[in-house]
Every structure is written in structure tokens, then in C-alpha cells.
């Protein structure tokens, strides 16, 4: 079946980088985008960005476009989302999600990350 | 740049419509979609490209999107539809959340 799952939890220190994977399996991953999406405890959800699996390109938000890096390895099917000189603002659980049709299909289970010292 | 806005909270009796707006700039020129989230589980998409809804999807699960707001109805509210719901557009290449709304079941 069409699945996206993800790495496991992170426990993280202030100023450290936190690497999320998101591995895509029963479909052709290089047929859809994929974004990731956080969700901070208690508040909504929030885009962070998206890339082309075919090309690479990226497109990040305005907040954290700093500090982001998404990258795909297309042999392996899998996205991945580097978050570096965390805070703790940035304890969130982290999604990936198959774009299609202008909308998020298929998410992933979620990757809680704890920022603390 | 870009915002949605939902309000914070909707309540609903068993069985009744549940009405949940989200409200931006020209809304009705983009696609909206809307997502259920509840607590423990990733989102589900539930009508996308305004009012199309994605296999699986209950038939009590509406959408509409015109001028500046999209709405999503819930018709025949049940306790399980008890959830927060999201907004969702596209805006220069980015996206963009609402803000959500809890919607109870009561």
C-alpha cells in the first residue's frame, strides 16, 4: 500500500541539528512532490516546504528557510529534512506529506523532536 | 504574506450540520482543501480542490469555496468527526495553513 514512514524520535540539545527521513513506498516517488509539515505542542499545523523529487528544487517558508534543508535520494525513495541550530521553540512532531492535486494526500507517521538541554 | 483565518472553536449537537469557515484574500480564486486532525494521528485530507472528497471519505463531509472564504460542512455530525479541523491554500509557490478549529461534538 501507498505509505510514508518515517525515522524515529529525536532528542536534541539547543544549537544541535536534528536530519528527519521519510521513506516512500507503493508508489513511483518522483511522480509527486513532498513537503514537510511541523505541529508544535498545543498550536497548529505548519508548513515548513516541499521539493521537486524530480529535479531537487526547494521552496521553504519565510520563517525557517534559514535553518532548513530538504533533499531526496531518489534510489532510495526518500526525502529528508534537516533542521539545524534547533531551540526549543522548535520541539515539534515533524511530517512528511505526498503532495497531489494542491493538496497532502499522504502523510507520514510523524518524527517527535525535544529540543532541551 | 499570506494568511487564513478559522475560528478558534465550533460546537455541535449529534446529528446536526457542523459549519466550519476559513476566511483569506481572494480566497475563492485559489483550490482549498481541508484536513482532520485529531490528537495521536497524522492528518487526513478530507475535500480537496474545494469541495472534491478523496476515497473514503464519508458523504457527510462537504466543501464550497467562493470570494473570500472556504467552508467546510459536516453534515449528520457524529462524536467521531470530533476532531481539529484545517484550512489549507497555495500562495506564491508556498502554503498556508489556518489556524484551525476544534470542533466538538456535543
Known amino acids: 500500500q501507498v505509505q510514508l514512514v518515517q525515522s524515529g524520535a529525536e532528542v536534541k540539545k539547543p544549537g544541535a541539528s536534528v536530519k528527519v527521513s521519510c521513506q516512500a513506498s507503493?508508489?513511483?516517488?518522483?511522480?509527486?512532490?513532498m513537503h514537510w509539515v511541523r505541529q508544535a505542542p498545543g498550536q497548529g499545523l505548519e508548513w515548513m516546504g516541499w521539493?521537486?523529487?524530480?529535479?531537487?528544487?526547494?521552496k521553504y517558508s519565510q520563517k525557517v528557510q534559514d535553518r532548513v534543508t530538504i533533499t531526496r535520494d531518489t534510489s532510495a525513495s526518500t526525502a529528508y529534512m534537516e533542521l539545524r541550530s534547533l531551540r526549543s521553540e522548535d520541539t515539534a512532531i515533524y511530517y512528511c506529506?505526498?503532495?497531489?492535486?494542491?493538496?497532502?494526500?499522504?502523510w507520514g507517521q510523524g518524527t517527535m523532536v525535544t529540543v532541551s538541554s | 504574506s499570506y494568511e487564513l483565518t478559522q475560528p478558534p472553536s465550533v460546537s455541535v449537537s449529534p446529528g446536526q450540520t457542523a459549519t466550519i469557515t476559513c476566511s483569506g484574500d481572494?480566497?475563492?480564486?485559489?483550490?482549498a482543501c481541508w484536513y482532520q486532525k485529531k490528537p495521536g494521528q497524522s492528518p487526513l485530507l478530507v475535500i480537496y480542490?474545494?469541495?472534491k472528497r478523496p476515497s473514503g471519505i464519508p458523504e457527510r463531509f462537504s466543501g464550497s469555496n467562493s470570494g473570500n472564504t472556504a467552508t467546510l460542512t459536516i453534515s449528520g455530525t457524529q462524536g467521531m468527526d470530533e476532531a481539529d479541523y484545517y484550512c489549507?491554500?497555495?500562495?506564491?509557490?508556498?502554503?498556508?495553513f489556518g489556524g484551525g478549529t476544534k470542533l466538538t461534538v456535543l
Open positions: 481572494k480566497l475563492g480564486n485559489k483550490y
Open positions: 489549507q491554500a497555495w500562495d506564491s509557490s508556498t502554503v498556508v
Open positions: 506529506a505526498r503532495e497531489d492535486l494542491d493538496s497532502f494526500d499522504i
Open positions: 480542490q474545494d469541495k
Open positions: 521539493i521537486n523529487t524530480v529535479k531537487g528544487n526547494t
Open positions: 507503493g508508489y513511483t516517488f518522483t511522480r509527486y512532490p
